[in-house]
């Protein structure tokens, strides 16, 4: 059984490299959503077995809504995704609960070795 994803990025071209390179590796892409309020309600929705979460978006910040997805599921699995130069947000990302963290601007085989390494 594919394992399903869901693509949280507020650029609408960084959500569709991603699902590009999820969807040629296998995996299904359970929803997409464009900032971290919108991550929390298809979290909820489509309970994907991975969550790809950009750190920098309007409305609610990836590392909130990482927050509230732990709240909602402790064993939740996410990879957070952020632009250079972000170190602070990356470790604060990860001492929130994210199991990887992928640089943008994102190599093909570094998001599924991230997304295999998390799953796996």
Not at 81 to 95: D, P, R, Y
Request: proline share 2%; with cysteine; charged share 25%.
């Amino acid at each position: 059984m594919a394992k399903s994803v869901l693509i949280c990025d507020d650029a609408a071209f960084m959500r569709m490299m991603i699902r590009d390179i999820l969807t040629k590796n296998g995996y299904v892409v359970a929803g997409e959503a464009e900032n971290g309020i919108k991550a929390i309600e298809k979290y909820q929705e489509t309970n994907p077995d991975l969550v790809l979460m950009d750190i920098t978006m309007p409305e609610m910040d990836g590392i909130q809504a990482l927050k509230e997805i732990k709240k909602i599921n402790e064993n939740a699995l996410v990879v957070m995704c952020s632009a250079m130069g972000q170190q602070a947000m990356v470790i604060e990302s990860i001492q929130a609960g994210a199991k990887d963290f992928i640089v943008k601007p994102f190599q093909a085989d570094r998001v599924i070795e991230a997304v295999r390494k998390v799953l796996e």
